[in-house]
């Protein structure tokens, strides 16, 4: 089984983000901002708050396509035993 994370609107508390993580922001989002700096695979979707990220249809495409890419590479599980 592949473990991927992926965050919606969800806060950074630091500058670390994993290679295999998929972090989506919303323009209009008053609680969670999206960060200045947008390193690694961040996505952010226009016209959008903090609660309409659950149903947007970017949002879905965005994780669907994060989720065939990450099936379609082969990646090893996260915290897989050697």
């Given at each position: 089984m592949t473990?991927?994370?992926?965050w919606a609107?969800?806060?950074?508390?630091?500058?670390?983000?994993?290679?295999?993580?998929?972090?989506?922001?919303?323009?209009?989002?008053?609680?969670?901002?999206?960060?200045?700096?947008?390193?690694?695979?961040?996505?952010?979707?226009?016209?959008?708050?903090?609660?309409?990220?659950?149903?947007?249809?970017?949002?879905?495409?965005?994780?669907?396509?994060?989720?065939?890419?990450?099936?379609?590479?082969?990646?090893?599980?996260?915290?897989?035993?050697?």
């Amino acid at each position: 089984m592949t473990y991927i994370a992926i965050w919606a609107c969800s806060p950074y508390y630091s500058e670390r983000r994993p290679a295999r993580e998929l972090a989506i922001f919303a323009t209009h989002d008053p609680l969670v901002p999206p960060p200045a700096d947008r390193r690694g695979r961040v996505v952010v979707v226009e016209d959008c708050g903090h609660l309409n990220l659950l149903q947007h249809p970017a949002v879905l495409h965005a994780v669907a396509r994060f989720l065939r890419m990450t099936v379609a590479s082969g990646a090893p599980e996260v915290g897989a035993a050697a």
